[in-house]
């Protein structure tokens, strides 16, 4: 498996703070993307989810989970769609080829990457939509880049 350690920059970010079943994901993105769409705002990267609940049970009822997109500047916030700040951080990255029902596979492995490496896993999982059900119409070609927030032991 390729992975590589990175550090993500500030930025400013779209969310959509969720606690809902998964199935609703894309009922979220999809409002996110229609905003950013009708109001013709810039953005700085792929849209992507920060899941709080774990991630091996999000298909277990309700999960907590936010639908994020990087913004080039600020704007206006909704009573849906809040703007927010995100300070630098380093992760944990490779990518998951294909469609998510065998993406905890994927997690086993980077999991198991972080310890032989000594890395301490600091925070919820991200998944970068970079070809997903937003954009690509058959799940074989998804690519989802997961990264873990990271410190070095």
Not at 6 to 31: G, H, M, R, S, Y
Not at 78 to 98: P, Q
Not at 108 to 114: G, K, Q, R
Request: proline share 6%; aromatic share 8%; charged share 30%.
């Amino acid at each position: 498996m390729d992975y590589e350690v990175k550090v993500i920059p500030e930025q400013k970010l779209a969310v959509i703070n969720c606690k809902t079943p998964i199935d609703d994901l894309e009922i979220f993105l999809n409002i996110l993307m229609e905003w950013i769409y009708t109001e013709e705002i810039e953005t700085d990267g792929d849209p992507f989810i920060v899941y709080f609940s774990p991630r091996h049970e999000v298909n277990e009822g309700d999960v907590v989970y936010d639908v994020s997109i990087p913004l080039k500047k600020d704007v206006d916030e909704t009573d849906r769609i809040r703007v927010v700040d995100m300070i630098e951080n380093k992760v944990l990255a490779c990518k998951h080829f294909g469609p998510n029902d065998t993406i905890m596979d994927t997690y086993a492995e980077l999991v198991e990457i972080a310890q032989a490496n000594h890395y301490d896993i600091i925070g919820s999982p991200k998944e970068v939509l970079i070809k997903g059900f937003h954009n690509c119409d058959n799940p074989e070609d998804y690519v989802t880049e997961i990264q873990l927030p990271i410190i070095e032991m």
